[in-house]
């Protein structure tokens, strides 16, 4: 009887536990992407950002204020004094010292003798006290290397440096609006072609359809890197190269195979009887195309609307291959990314901001229409 349909499996707890593992395993990264954007290179280069709310103590290096402009005579002596933080701050010090191979040298608070009477004190809130004679006190300030205890910080320098750094048309705004404009044309327009075409091969009687349906089915496996040169010379011997249409066309053709496919499923388990008395009644095939068969696929159309705006806004490769353009007029947000690193990486700070300002818009995109995605792919599966 264990093995009666209908049943309820005693796996059941495992499918639940992988299901909340794959959850977890989505959302952690995203949840740090977003913790690190707000931090400091500082901070992301001590700690990691699960660590973030709390203290984090790291090893710091500052210089006393320049004796030249703010020494203070003291009989014979000259003093200069000053808070290495600058400002108030929450910060404390922990240890001190004057190099940076014993940095732990000195407590807070204790007093570093330097010779012939020079000394220097700090304290835990970042109070300094330097004293010599006029020879001493002179040049540049006397460096002070700390173990400082912060408090949780957050920025939103990054996210100003991010979106506003470089001129009109090398910013991560221009390049925001640059990948809208290439997104959103290559997502409606291969959904408006291939539902034209889904309802042609699922419903429309004529010679060769089968052949068609068999061709779109072979095109699903076709890499996307191996047509690239081939379109490119195309669009470059028509004139439609580098530049926007250029890239709309190659996203549509790379997306119809796609859509064609999904939609044609999911339009050829529409109930049969609609489609009769409809055609009874006199309508034609665009009068049951737009009034009967779009309402009812809107399920398909939203998913594949989901996976074709996160392909082409995730895309990297074709907007390097189709929409080259020296003066930034129209880079993508994948590309203004890789200007933002340079040529050796680093910036992590500006990586996790500029990354996490490219995946906004997705994220709002797919949850916005999950509910339609697993209808829309589960189409025409069960009869």
Request: aromatic share 10%.
């Amino acid at each position: 009887m264990a093995a009666i349909a209908g049943t309820k499996s005693s796996l059941t707890w495992a499918v639940q536990l992988s299901t909340i593992a794959l959850v977890l395993l989505w959302i952690f990264p995203t949840v740090g992407l977003l913790v690190s954007s707000f931090r400091t290179v500082d901070q992301i280069n001590s700690s990691g950002w699960w660590a973030s709310l709390t203290a984090a103590e790291q090893n710091e290096v500052y210089r006393a204020a320049d004796p030249d402009e703010n020494r203070v005579a003291d009989g014979t002596m000259f003093v200069v004094s000053g808070n290495v933080f600058g400002e108030a701050s929450e910060s404390t010090v922990s240890v001190w010292g004057t190099s940076s191979r014993a940095i732990d040298a000195y407590q807070a608070g204790d007093t570093a003798d330097l010779g012939d009477g020079e000394t220097i004190s700090l304290e835990a809130n970042g109070d300094y006290v330097w004293q010599g004679n006029d020879d001493q006190i002179s040049g540049r300030g006397q460096r002070l290397f700390a173990t400082v205890t912060a408090p949780p910080d957050f920025t939103l320098d990054n996210y100003e440096q991010v979106l506003l750094s470089g001129d009109s048309t090398n910013s991560m705004a221009k390049a925001f609006f640059n990948t809208l404009t290439v997104t959103i044309p290559a997502t409606i327009i291969p959904i408006v072609v291939a539902a034209f075409a889904a309802y042609a091969l699922a419903w429309m009687d004529f010679p060769g359809r089968a052949l068609l349906i068999a061709m779109v089915v072979a095109l699903l496996v076709v890499p996307l890197q191996l047509a690239l040169i081939p379109l490119l010379r195309l669009h470059l011997e028509i004139g439609i190269g580098k530049g926007y249409l250029g890239t709309w066309l190659a996203h549509t053709g790379f997306g119809l195979p796609l859509a064609i496919y999904l939609l044609r499923n999911y339009m050829v388990g529409l109930p049969k009887d609609i489609i009769e008395n409809a055609k009874v009644d006199g309508a034609t095939d665009f009068q049951i195309f737009t009034k009967i068969i779009l309402p009812l696929s809107f399920p398909a159309l939203a998913s594949f609307a989901i996976f074709q705006f996160l392909w082409t806004w995730n895309d990297l490769l074709v907007a390097k291959v189709f929409l080259i353009d020296a003066t930034g007029e129209t880079t993508v947000m994948t590309n203004q990314i890789v200007e933002l690193l340079g040529t050796r990486g680093g910036n992590w700070e500006i990586l996790a901001t500029a990354a996490f300002v490219s995946i906004a818009v997705p994220l709002v995109v797919f949850f916005a229409m999950q509910k339609y995605l697993v209808r829309g792919l589960l189409a025409g599966s069960v009869k």
